[in-house]
Nanobody, 125 residues
Framework: EVQLVESGGGLVQPGGSLRLSCAAAGFTFSSYAMSWVRQAPGKGLEWVSA????????RYGDSVKGRFTISRDNAKSTLYLQMNSLRPEDTAVYYCVKYKGPSTATFSLDEADYWGQGTQVTVSS
């Protein structure tokens, strides 16, 4: 059974940092691309970042580019999202997402097959 368990969310002041983790189990983590997706209150899903199975191909959404860093530790089957210079508009539930293969041309969520339960990030003073 595929399991994706996010952790590391919480309340942080504007300008602060958080590191999210996603512990994966039930599949060969090193063989699949992964992504972070968020949903702010009352809004739709927003794709944040993605990384291919080997970590060589990384992409970011325009709203987080230069502030967030995605990474993975295939030996630990864990995906990370380092979030710096956080803003109130980064407040959202953050989801860890698994793709169907090692990489994709577009990292479209149409090619994702499993989602975690999400972790809340709140940026507020």
């Amino acid at each position: 059974e595929v399991q994706l368990v996010e952790s590391g969310g919480g309340l942080v002041q504007p300008g602060g940092s958080l590191r999210l983790s996603c512990a994966a189990a039930g599949f060969t983590f090193s063989s699949y691309a992964m992504s972070w997706v968020r949903q702010a209150p009352g809004k739709g899903l927003e794709w944040v970042s993605a990384i291919d199975s080997g970590g060589a191909n990384i992409r970011y959404g325009d709203s987080v580019k230069g502030r967030f860093t995605i990474s993975r530790d295939n030996a630990k089957s864990t995906l990370y999202l380092q979030m710096n210079s956080l803003r109130p508009e980064d407040t959202a539930v953050y989801y860890c997402v698994k793709y169907k293969g090692p990489s994709t041309a577009t990292f479209s969520l149409d090619e994702a097959d499993y989602w975690g339960q999400g972790t809340q990030v709140t940026v507020s003073s």
